[in-house]
């Protein structure tokens, strides 16, 4: 029981302070990205901030198997070099024992990624996304400023609504924007009244114009082409992989991937159910691999180590795409497969190079 406690305390306090970071080194990234979006006006500064709490479980279903992974690295190379796992095995405690020993650590971070990839990040999604297709969740076009001109995008875009109540609809709307690839080509466009719209078959965002008329001409030619409109949509532009775009696919519900039949919705749910099958499967691989010696010091393996769950993980997305392609998640159970296998050759690795070498030295 004092080896138990001793093993596991150790490989927690390791897994958290390595979570922290990663966490860290995470969200600033992510953030930094999010931020560009509201510079150029794909969404408003104002809510940044709370989406980004939002997403935290999204973050940290990734982030828990990385850092259990490093964590069990470096407490156990860190027993390696100071000769500590040469006084256990000398007690009979070897490598499978070692892994017995750590079951309870890996079930609850594996529970836990999976409590996060299946109920709380899809929910934190869909409350990001509530707020990200709130009509004032942007800037520039997509959300126009009650009372006051804005210009967007270099000076080549104009905006103006006299009024936005509280359900999002503008009032009087103005929007004056320049050609990028003619300068001299410009288009007015004046209606009675505004709203961002979502359609519900693609999930894009569209803003309705109702009411009004729309000119296009040249500056200083007295010929405009007018026409005049009932309603009027232009679809909002998404950059791709952006903030909008990713939350969108986390945010469906697991029971609704459950009762599904598109092959798209269905890889998205076998990837949620192999972030937890990536926990214990990526710890027993760095029980294996955290094996050293003082010479060599704790932190000899950790760079093929790293390499080698980059490999899972990449292999993982790989079977993720096949699994969009309609393969029913054979790709997906195909790659587990394979690391399982890789993980219990590691384990075994030390045990068949003594015995190989037994044979190579036994007389013919």
Known sequence: ?????????????????????????????????????????????????PVMVYKLPSFFELILPLSLFIGILLALGRLYADSEMVVLKACGI?????????????????????????????????????????????SGLQSLSAGRFRVERAGTLVTYAEEVDDAGIMRNVFIAERDVNNSALTTVTRAEEGEIKRDSASGRRY????????????????????????????????????????????AIPTEELVASDDPRLKATLYWRLSLPLLVPISALMA?????????????????????????????????RGAAEAGDGGMGLLGVHASFIGIAVLLMQWEALRIRLSRRSHEPS
Do not use: C
């Open 1 to 49: 029981m004092k080896i138990f406690r001793y093993l596991a305390g150790d490989v927690l306090n390791h897994t958290g302070a390595v979570a922290l970071v990663l966490f860290l080194v995470v969200f600033s990234g992510r953030f930094i990205k999010y931020l560009a979006e509201a510079a150029v006006g794909e969404l408003s500064a104002d809510i940044l901030l």
């Open 94 to 138: 070897g490598q499978w024992r070692i892994a017995s020993y750590l079951t309870l650590p890996m079930i609850a971070v594996a529970l836990l990624v999976a409590l996060l990839s299946l109920t709380l990040a899809p929910q934190g999604s869909l409350r990001a996304l509530t707020l990200l297709d709130d009509p004032n969740a942007t």
């Open 207 to 250: 803003l309705e114009l109702r009411r009004g008329s729309r000119y296009t001409g040249r500056g200083g030619h007295a010929e405009f082409e007018r026409v005049q409109f009932e309603r009027y949509g232009e679809l909002l532009p998404e950059a791709e992989g952006g903030l909008r775009s990713s939350t969108r696919s986390q």
């Open 287 to 319: 029980i294996a691999l955290s094996r050293t010696d003082a010479r060599r010091g704790r932190y000899a393996r950790l760079g093929p180590a790293l390499l080698l769950f980059l490999a899972y993980f990449v292999a993982l997305t790989q079977g």
